[in-house]
């Protein structure tokens, strides 16, 4: 059975651009460090107006303009984030009453960098079973309010944002390879490596928020063998070759992991969506936000084979081939 439909894209960004200038009269580091070792060049900064509801709703109304429906049609919201406006309610409710589509089914979903890929699969699996029709999946992140910026490993790494896309019920009766949806994703998650990439606050263990800890290199080379074996998977499931995709949007972690894992699976550099240079690594909303921006500057097209990739804290990880 051919998958959802995706009929519109969007995303936000906060006002406030950081440069690695900027960062660089805060923390030990440089402009030519962090562009050396991560391709970053600037990063979007919330301010205080600025929560990742508000994010997510712009880019929800993007999205919802783009595919020129009603947010009234919407019958199911599913935010992924790891920085939430509030422990509880869902942030996912928060932009339902901002979007006035009160009275679907809305609820935020927790897996970091890969949020997205497992938010689109949790509202493709409920669009198939008859649950809802047309759904909004939004990742959206204010990671800055979760970043130690004393900590020069972390604090350059990180930018705010926020990307959605309107997601239509498959069509009765569609089918095959050519028909636009998904047409197959595959999510991995491995505890044990918890250690590697956390926040070291929460609710029910310090009662604080918390900051972001890394260990870059670990996360690094983790990264490079999970996304290069998770897009194996897909690529043989759908039947298809390393030459039939168009596009591959990654997750916006780092030019050099997009570099190795494209080079790993013999995929064109020229194939592959970069926005890590503008947006650094925006979380759950970097895969939605690198996919509008490439739709909207041209690149991605209708029928076009894309190919989207995550991996995040857990660890993490994911790949959806989809038909636009
Ligand atoms: N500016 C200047 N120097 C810095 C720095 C900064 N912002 N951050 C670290 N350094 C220093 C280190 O202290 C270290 O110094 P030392 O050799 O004197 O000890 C040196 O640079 C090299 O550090 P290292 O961590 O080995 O660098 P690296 O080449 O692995 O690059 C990352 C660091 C974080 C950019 C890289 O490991 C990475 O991208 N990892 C993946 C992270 C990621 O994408 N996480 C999110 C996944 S969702």
Redesign the pocket.
């Known amino acids: 059975m051919t998958g959802s439909r995706i009929i519109g894209t969007g995303s936000a960004l906060p006002r406030q651009i950081v440069t690695n200038a900027d960062l660089a009269q805060r923390v030990?580091?440089?402009d030519e460090?962090?562009v050396a070792?991560?391709g970053i060049r600037q990063r979007h900064i919330a301010q205080a107006d600025e929560t990742t509801a508000t994010l997510a709703t712009a880019a929800a109304r993007a999205a919802l303009d783009d595919a020129g429906v009603e947010a009234s049609s919407i019958d199911l919201i599913v935010l992924a984030t790891a920085t939430p406006d509030n422990t509880f309610p869902a942030t996912a409710t928060k932009v339902q009453h901002a979007l006035g589509c009160n009275g679907g089914i809305a609820f935020d979903v927790a897996a970091v960098?890969s949020g997205f890929l497992y938010a689109l699969s949790v509202a493709d699996s409920l669009l198939k079973t008859g649950m809802a029709k047309r759904a909004l999946v939004i990742g959206a992140e204010t990671f800055s309010r979760i970043l130690d910026w004393d900590d020069?490993?972390t604090c350059?790494?990180f930018g705010d944002g926020a990307g959605a896309v309107v997601l239509d019920a498959p069509a009765a009766g569609d089918a095959g390879k050519d028909t636009p949806g998904i047409l197959g994703t595959r999510l991995h998650a491995d505890g044990a490596q918890h250690d590697l990439?956390y926040v070291d606050g929460g609710p029910s263990t310090t009662q604080t928020v918390g900051h972001v800890r890394?260990k870059?290199?670990e996360?690094?080379r983790h990264?490079v063998v999970n996304l290069a074996e998770v897009l194996r998977e897909v690529i043989e499931d759908a039947g298809i070759s390393v030459a039939d995709i168009d596009w591959v949007v990654p997750?916006q972690?780092?030019a050099r992991?997009l570099d190795a894992t494209a080079r790993k699976l013999g995929i064109s550099p020229d194939k592959v969506v970069v926005t890590v240079h503008a947006h650094a690594?925006t979380s759950a909303a970097s895969v939605p936000l690198a996919l509008d921006t490439a739709r909207k500057d041209g690149r991605i097209k209708a029928g076009d084979l894309v190919m989207l990739e995550a991996?995040?804290g857990g660890f993490t990880w994911g790949a959806s081939l989809i038909r636009m």
Do not use: K, Q, Y
Request: charged residues 10%; aromatic residues 8%.
């Open positions: 030990d580091t440089s460090w962090i070792r991560t960098c020069r490993t350059v790494l990439l890394m870059g290199p996360v690094f990264a997750h972690a780092n992991i690594n991996m995040g």
